[in-house]
């Protein structure tokens, strides 16, 4: 949504027609038509989804590799019915080849509701690149500096696309993090030249950032600018 604002369209299409069609299977009151018609969007849309999705994987998989550093680089892959019949034909086959499947799950969709195949069944899969484990198989501190890596790789592809870096909300990430990887936290948010707004309650997880951040500290619901020596942010 971030970086395609159009994406969330499709998606809302895409859930509005599959609603409507689990509504007709479940009362069974619509004809073949109508079925029909809805299944058409759904396979129009949930394609034009996929297709998004793809594309944003491989560009935050090459925005990741382009950078190195202390944390670990994401490769991402998307997994699903839909997304497996774009690797292997164009977009029309893969929405002609939906549109069949839901046709044919009609009766099984009447009674399990919803739809069992289309998009919103699509999984991510995030791969740690360089030893190639998948991201639930990692320790959790390798997964939270995983999920950083990947959402500055998110912030610089919107910065090179649109001149300007995004602004970041991190709550309380430096607490999560070794004194190594809060330093090269704090050297990858300077690099990338973006307002960041960092949380936390020991000001002591933001040492050495003196010179380069603003402090502020919240009392009695007034936020303050604080000396980040002896107060507490």
């Known amino acids: 949504f971030a970086f395609d604002p159009a994406h969330a369209g499709r998606v809302n299409a895409y859930e509005r027609s599959l609603r409507e069609r689990a509504r007709l299977l479940r009362d069974r009151v619509g004809d073949d038509a109508w079925l029909s018609a809805l299944e058409t969007q759904m396979a129009e849309r949930g394609v034009a989804v996929a297709v998004a ?3 944003m994987a491989e560009a935050l998989n090459a925005s990741g590799a382009e950078r190195q550093g202390l944390f670990p680089v994401a490769t991402m892959d998307v997994s699903g019915a839909v997304e497996g019949w774009l690797t292997e034909g ?8 939906f549109r069949e499947a839901l046709r044919a799950a009609r009766n099984d969709d009447s009674f399990a509701g919803g739809a069992g195949i289309g998009p919103h069944r699509s999984d991510i899969i995030v791969y740690h690149r360089e030893r190639g484990t998948v991201a ?8 939270k500096t995983l999920l950083l890596g990947l959402v500055l790789a998110h912030a610089r592809l919107i910065a090179a696309e649109r001149g300007a870096a995004p602004l970041l909300l991190l709550d309380e990430v430096a607490a999560h993090l070794d004194g190594k990887h809060r330093q090269a936290l704090y050297g990858e948010i300077h690099a990338l030249g973006a307002q960041v707004w960092l949380t936390g309650t020991d000001s002591a997880l933001f040492a050495g950032f003196e010179d380069k951040a603003q402090f502020f500290a919240v009392s009695g619901a007034t936020l303050v600018s604080a000396d980040p020596r002896t107060s507490v942010h």
Do not use: V
Request: net charge negative; hydrophobic share 35%.
């Open 53 to 55: 999705r793809i594309a």
């Open 90 to 97: 164009p977009a029309l086959a893969a929405e002609e080849r």
């Open 136 to 143: 639930d198989q990692l320790s959790t501190g390798e997964q």
